[in-house]
């Protein structure tokens, strides 16, 4: 924060400066635990550099720091689904076919 800039508690879980920009962030919910996933892009034409998650304990605590699951869209208007663990999403390939992602965070 600049110096003049109260700081209200916020927890950062970026360091991005005006190169990139969170994109298409997302908030998944398990019994434990709050997981968060968003793209990371470059601010001045949009392309996706990688894709993170981190994973919070219920009181905020990180329980996994930011981890890389590589360089995959989370389309904009669609859920994130958690089960067995697992967390799923499809978004569309472009050729009128769909894309699922799965990973286990």
Do not use: M
């Not at 800039?5 to 434990?32: M, Q």
């Not at 919070?56 to 067995?84: M, Q």
Request: glycine residues 6%; proline residues 4%; aromatic residues 16%.
């Amino acid at each position: 924060l600049k110096s003049d800039t109260t700081d209200y508690g916020i927890r950062w879980l970026t360091d991005y400066s005006d190169e990139y920009l969170v994109y298409n962030p997302k908030v998944v919910a398990t019994d434990d635990s709050v997981i968060i996933l968003w793209q990371k892009n470059k601010y001045d034409t949009g392309e996706l550099v990688d894709s993170y998650y981190t994973v919070l304990g219920a009181d905020g605590s990180v329980k996994k720091p930011t981890t890389s699951i590589g360089k995959v869209w989370l389309f904009r208007n669609e859920d994130l689904i958690y089960l067995d663990g697992k967390i799923y999403w499809t978004i569309p390939d472009g050729n009128s076919s769909l894309i699922t992602y799965c990973f286990t965070p």
